[in-house]
Nanobody, 131 residues
Framework: QVQLVESGGGLVQPGGSLRLSCAAS????????IGWFRQAPGKEREGVSCIGSDSGSTYYPDSVKGRFTISRDNAKNTVYLQMNSLKREDTAVYYC????????????????????????WGQGTQVTVSS
């Protein structure tokens, strides 16, 4: 049974940092492209960071570029999302997802339009940025 389990969410003050983890079982993450998506109440799900199955390519939308970093630890079968300089507008439920379609991370694959390619999703972890 394939499972993706996110952890590391929580409450943080503006300007703070969090590191989210996405641990996989039942599949080998380094064979997959991985995306981190988020969804705030009343808004559509959006991609915030993606890494291709080539492991070298990454994509970040302008909203998080320079603040978020996606990385893999293949030995731990885990993907991370380091989030720095957090803003109130980063508040959302964060999900990780795995796909086999996009070898190279791209804006399309890391967007709402590309969601359909993702085969496996975690349950989500809440990130709240508030003072």
């Amino acid at each position: 049974q394939v499972q993706l389990v996110e952890s590391g969410g929580g409450l943080v003050q503006p300007g703070g940092s969090l590191r989210l983890s996405c641990a996989a079982s039942g599949l080998t993450l380094d064979h997959y492209g991985i995306g981190w998506f988020r969804q705030a109440p009343g808004k559509e799900r959006e991609g915030v960071s993606c890494i291709g199955s080539d492991s070298g390519s990454t994509y970040y939308p302008d909203s998080v570029k320079g603040r978020f970093t996606i990385s893999r630890d293949n030995a731990k079968n885990t993907v991370y999302l380091q989030m720095n300089s957090l803003k109130r507008e980063d508040t959302a439920v964060y999900y990780c997802a795995a796909e086999l379609v996009y070898v190279i991370a791209s804006g399309y694959g890391c967007s709402a339009e590309g969601l359909g390619a993702y085969d496996y999703w975690g349950q989500g972890t809440q990130v709240t940025v508030s003072s």
